[in-house]
Structure formats: structure tokens, C-alpha cells
């Protein structure tokens, strides 16, 4: 055979061979859009290191990094514009979302820390000159959390469990950012902090009424992406799944390299007490998992308690809200 016969031949059997493999086929294409991670957490390492990139490749697949949001509902925007297609969260602002469209849906579940010795990762909190001492003390009171997401839900059930109507009290809709402001300048009485925010409410004196240990929550955290992206690029969102289980996994036994990941100086960068509690959670932290049909009973009740106190305008058909993975395999 002459050299260029055998480099046509080579060629022609390269492109046999591509063609012939499904998942490249059905892959190609596929853009993970992802908010920025900031400066910890297995997603903030997976970008310093390249990972998402290099996994998502293998099945011709990418990843952009977005902008900054504080929490799952300060993305809604970016959701609806598409300048996300994957994000993170809870199912409480899940469901507020779905009530105004269907083109989300959550892919996987992260169960509930139930180890005592785990930090708490949310909380009811006071200043601490504050004379209320009881949640049945709020009446009258003002209280920042974030509409139709974690916080509210979470205060609708502390307010139920201690015989407080919910018109009993003013709910006063803010975002982290706007509640933490609020809450330091007095302009609200208590606030519903989460995430990041909780601990830092309390490492500056905040008092703790109630934590989310102590009701029978069930909003648990999870990944959400939209429909088009789930049901066009399977394999790529199971990558993505995988290399954040494989990361949560990795923190809990080596936390130090999840932490200031980009800065170890700066307003983003934790040390002292506050880098302990992170190391801490992480060493606690449960890897993600898919989300299946059995998931469902947690989606109802947080939509029953939502529905039952006005907080959706519209009903949320509870087997709209589920993706499958595994049953798209």
C-alpha cells in the first residue's frame, strides 16, 4: 500500500471509529454552565485543578464558569436567561421556581447529616441583647428570610411547632447579603440564616433560637439543572455527578485542600474558628446522590407546607420536579 493509501485508510478508520461511539456522538456539544464557585468547596477545587474539564472531554463536553450568586433563588435570573444550566440548592426554592416554570428539574439528592457532632449549618438567630428568648416571643416581630426558599420553609414549621400564626409576624423577603445588612443595622428582629451565613451570623454574637435539627425538616440539598440540558446530555450531568461525589468524598478525609482554594488572604479567605467549623463540615459531609422516585415524599412535604401556608401561587405537580439519571442511562 502507498503511503497515501495508508494514511487515507487511517483516516477513514478514525472516523469509523468516532462515529461509531454513541456516547461522543450524543455528548458532543454539551455545555455545563455553572455559577463561580468561590474560594472553597469541592466545585471551588475542581476549577482550580481543572477537573469538570478534563472529565467532561472524555465524553465531548465542557464546563463555563458563571457569575457569583448567594443562594439558589439570587440564580433564578441567571437559570431563566440560560447563562446557567446547573445549580445548587435546596428543594424549598426548587418548588418556588417550579411554580413559575417547568424547565428545571432536580437530578440529585444529598441526605440529611444526622451525626450529632456535625456543625449546624442553619439557624433562627437574635442579636444577643435581644430580650426575645422563645420563638413564641416573635410575635410582632420582623424576620429576614429568603422568599420561598429555605429560610421560609424552615420558619414556617418553627412558627408551627410553637403555636405561632404566620400572619403573626412580618416576614421580610431578603437575600444573604441584604438579611446579613439588615440584621447587623437592626432593621429586622430576627433573620433565618443559612449556608455560609449562618455561621458567620454567629461568629459575630448572633444568639440562636432554633436550628433546622430541631423540626422535621425534610428540604434537603440538592442539583438541579434545565430539562434541555438533562434530557439531551445525560452523560455529561452524570460526569459532573460523579466527579462531585468523588470530590465530597475526598474532602472528608483531606478538608485542608477544599479550603481557600484560590486565596488563602482576603475577604473570601476563612481562618481561626471559622476555617476549623469548614474543615469540620466537610469531614461530616454526604456525597450527592441521583435522585429517584422514592424522593418524591420529600418533595411533597416541603410543597404541603409551602401550599399550606400561600408561600406558591400555583401547585407544583411533585412528579414534574424529578429527573432520573439512572433511567436515562
Same mark, same amino acid.
Given at each position: 500500500m502507498s503511503p497515501r493509501l495508508a494514511i487515507l485508510a487511517v483516516a477513514t478508520l478514525c472516523a469509523l471509529s468516532a462515529c461509531s461511539s454513541p456516547t461522543a456522538t450524543a455528548q458532543a456539544g454539551a455545555v455545563l454552565k455553572i455559577k463561580d464557585p468561590?474560594?472553597?468547596?469541592? &466545585?471551588a477545587y475542581a476549577k482550580k485543578n481543572g477537573i469538570l474539564e478534563k472529565r467532561l472531554a472524555q465524553v465531548g463536553a465542557k464546563v463555563e464558569w458563571g457569575g457569583t450568586y448567594a443562594s439558589f433563588t439570587a440564580t433564578v435570573d441567571a437559570v431563566r436567561s440560560g447563562s446557567v444550566n446547573v445549580l445548587e440548592g435546596a428543594i424549598s426554592p426548587a418548588l418556588?421556581?417550579?411554580?413559575?416554570?417547568?424547565?428545571i428539574k432536580i437530578f440529585s439528592i444529598t441526605d440529611r447529616v444526622v451525626d450529632p457532632a456535625a456543625p449546624k449549618t442553619d439557624g433562627l438567630v437574635v442579636p444577643a441583647d435581644s430580650p426575645v428568648k422563645d420563638v413564641k416571643e416573635l410575635v410582632g416581630k420582623r424576620i429576614a428570610v429568603n422568599k420561598g426558599g429555605r429560610g421560609e420553609? &424552615?420558619?414556617?414549621l418553627a412558627l408551627e411547632r410553637a403555636g405561632v400564626r404566620p400572619d403573626q409576624v412580618t416576614r421580610v423577603y431578603l437575600n444573604p447579603d441584604q438579611a446579613a445588612s439588615a440584621f447587623a443595622t437592626g432593621k429586622v428582629d430576627a433573620w433565618w440564616a443559612i449556608v455560609r451565613a449562618y455561621p458567620e451570623a454567629v461568629a459575630k454574637g448572633a444568639r440562636v433560637l432554633v436550628h433546622s435539627n430541631d423540626l422535621p425538616d425534610q428540604d434537603l440539598s440538592?442539583?438541579?439543572a434545565r430539562v434541555e440540558l438533562l434530557e439531551k446530555?445525560?452523560?455529561a450531568v452524570r460526569v459532573y455527578l460523579d466527579v462531585l461525589r468523588e470530590l465530597t468524598a475526598q474532602a472528608k478525609t483531606e478538608p485542608d485542600k477544599?479550603?481557600?482554594v484560590f486565596l488563602a488572604q482576603g475577604p473570601t479567605a476563612l481562618s481561626g474558628p471559622r476555617l476549623k467549623e469548614e474543615l469540620d463540615k466537610?469531614?461530616?459531609?454526604l456525597p450527592p446522590r441521583p435522585a429517584t422516585a422514592a424522593d418524591l415524599t420529600y418533595v411533597k412535604d416541603v410543597a404541603g407546607v409551602f401550599h399550606k401556608y400561600g408561600v406558591l401561587p400555583a401547585s407544583v405537580n411533585p412528579s414534574d420536579v424529578i429527573f432520573d439519571l439512572r433511567a436515562s442511562s
Amino acid at each position: 500500500m502507498s503511503p497515501r493509501l495508508a494514511i487515507l485508510a487511517v483516516a477513514t478508520l478514525c472516523a469509523l471509529s468516532a462515529c461509531s461511539s454513541p456516547t461522543a456522538t450524543a455528548q458532543a456539544g454539551a455545555v455545563l454552565k455553572i455559577k463561580d464557585p468561590g474560594n472553597a468547596g469541592p &466545585l471551588a477545587y475542581a476549577k482550580k485543578n481543572g477537573i469538570l474539564e478534563k472529565r467532561l472531554a472524555q465524553v465531548g463536553a465542557k464546563v463555563e464558569w458563571g457569575g457569583t450568586y448567594a443562594s439558589f433563588t439570587a440564580t433564578v435570573d441567571a437559570v431563566r436567561s440560560g447563562s446557567v444550566n446547573v445549580l445548587e440548592g435546596a428543594i424549598s426554592p426548587a418548588l418556588g421556581y417550579l411554580a413559575n416554570g417547568k424547565d428545571i428539574k432536580i437530578f440529585s439528592i444529598t441526605d440529611r447529616v444526622v451525626d450529632p457532632a456535625a456543625p449546624k449549618t442553619d439557624g433562627l438567630v437574635v442579636p444577643a441583647d435581644s430580650p426575645v428568648k422563645d420563638v413564641k416571643e416573635l410575635v410582632g416581630k420582623r424576620i429576614a428570610v429568603n422568599k420561598g426558599g429555605r429560610g421560609e420553609y &424552615l420558619l414556617l414549621l418553627a412558627l408551627e411547632r410553637a403555636g405561632v400564626r404566620p400572619d403573626q409576624v412580618t416576614r421580610v423577603y431578603l437575600n444573604p447579603d441584604q438579611a446579613a445588612s439588615a440584621f447587623a443595622t437592626g432593621k429586622v428582629d430576627a433573620w433565618w440564616a443559612i449556608v455560609r451565613a449562618y455561621p458567620e451570623a454567629v461568629a459575630k454574637g448572633a444568639r440562636v433560637l432554633v436550628h433546622s435539627n430541631d423540626l422535621p425538616d425534610q428540604d434537603l440539598s440538592i442539583q438541579a439543572a434545565r430539562v434541555e440540558l438533562l434530557e439531551k446530555h445525560p452523560e455529561a450531568v452524570r460526569v459532573y455527578l460523579d466527579v462531585l461525589r468523588e470530590l465530597t468524598a475526598q474532602a472528608k478525609t483531606e478538608p485542608d485542600k477544599f479550603q481557600n482554594v484560590f486565596l488563602a488572604q482576603g475577604p473570601t479567605a476563612l481562618s481561626g474558628p471559622r476555617l476549623k467549623e469548614e474543615l469540620d463540615k466537610s469531614r461530616h459531609a454526604l456525597p450527592p446522590r441521583p435522585a429517584t422516585a422514592a424522593d418524591l415524599t420529600y418533595v411533597k412535604d416541603v410543597a404541603g407546607v409551602f401550599h399550606k401556608y400561600g408561600v406558591l401561587p400555583a401547585s407544583v405537580n411533585p412528579s414534574d420536579v424529578i429527573f432520573d439519571l439512572r433511567a436515562s442511562s
